[in-house]
């Protein structure tokens, strides 16, 4: 352990006791199953707490990842340098209201979405089955079927790069397809979402049939990362990547998968330059058969 690294560790450590470890295995963390040590893991149960290890990293002058449920997300074989944020179960809180629900970021998107059906509110179906929680939501616009998170939230809590608590409206976040406008280093702690009253059995109907979807055309039972890249305008990156003729296709423990191009599968032990790997083969085929680059939609982060 360096001794920027040592001092960083050292400094978490006595403000949040156990829940600083060095470095520790993010393959543990995501759900590709991949990734190698953060310098530092920090699992911070507050916004206070949150504030206090982005503050620390910046004053150490080391990089603040956060790492969320760790899908969407490859992590390096090489581990991720600096501080590492995974948010503690103080940021699952859900505060319901008449009008919609104040969800801490750390919630399960597709939690959030059975609970607003539960309770008669429209605006989350489209969420039902997506990997990945309320706040990792937010930084992707997640979405499927249509629908998107920016069409439901009102305003966003979180910590800014100086550790500091703020509130962005979501004009402010400027949604775009699979992006959001936010500040530089901003973790976001919780969303406000403004959800519709609807007829609770309509809703579960709804609900079922996008269940129904997604169990039918996704793969199951092997770890992955949801979708790899984003969608080209008026097309499908699955449909691409497998008219290039790459379904199958394997490079070391990485598969793509056979149900639908677009997943890569992590078969037991592959690394993160394996899905790399693969990718790049995928961007090249697809733009030698038709012309399209491909943009991924999962962040690769770490020492690469």
């Not at 393959?27 to 916004?47: K, N």
């Not at 990089?63 to 179960?89: E, F, H, M, W, Y």
């Not at 550790?163 to 702690?189: C, I, K, M, N, Q």
């Not at 790899?228 to 003729?245: S, V």
Request: proline share 4%; charged share 20%; aromatic share 4%.
């Amino acid at each position: 352990m360096g001794q920027t690294t040592a001092a960083l560790h050292e400094e978490l450590t006595r403000r949040l006791g156990d829940r600083v470890r060095a470095a520790e295995s993010l393959a543990r963390h995501t759900s590709f199953r991949i990734g190698g040590p953060a310098d530092v893991l920090a699992v911070p149960d507050d916004a206070a707490e949150l504030g206090l290890v982005v503050a620390a990293a910046a004053a150490h002058g080391m990089p603040c990842t956060l790492l969320g449920a760790g899908s969407n997300l490859l992590v390096a074989d090489g581990g991720i340098a600096g501080g590492v944020v995974k948010l503690g179960p103080g940021f699952r809180r859900l505060d319901w209201h008449p009008g919609g629900v104040v969800a801490g970021a750390a919630v399960q998107l597709g939690k959030l979405a059975r609970a607003a059906v539960e309770r008669g509110l429209a605006g989350l179906e489209h969420a039902e089955g997506i990997p990945g929680t309320v706040g990792g939501a937010v930084f992707m616009n997640a979405g499927a079927y249509g629908g998107d998170v920016s069409g439901a939230i009102e305003s966003v809590e979180g910590v800014d790069a100086a550790g500091t608590v703020r509130t962005l409206s979501a004009e402010a976040l400027a949604f775009g397809y699979r992006r959001a406008d936010l500040p530089p280093g901003f973790v976001v702690t919780a969303v406000h979402f403004r959800l519709t009253p609807d007829d609770p059995e309509t809703l579960a109907a709804r609900l079922r049939t996008i269940r129904d979807r997604r169990v039918a055309s996704q793969p199951h039972g092997a770890a992955n990362a949801g979708s790899i890249f984003k969608n080209p305008a008026g097309d499908h990156a699955g449909r691409l990547i497998e008219a290039a003729g790459l379904k199958g296709r394997r490079i070391g423990r990485a598969r793509i998968s056979e149900r639908h191009a677009n997943f890569i599968v992590n078969e037991g032990g592959a690394a993160a330059a394996d899905v790399q790997a693969l990718m790049a083969e995928a961007q090249r085929a697809v733009w030698e058969w038709n012309g399209v680059w491909l943009e991924p939609e999962i962040r690769l982060v770490g020492r690469w």
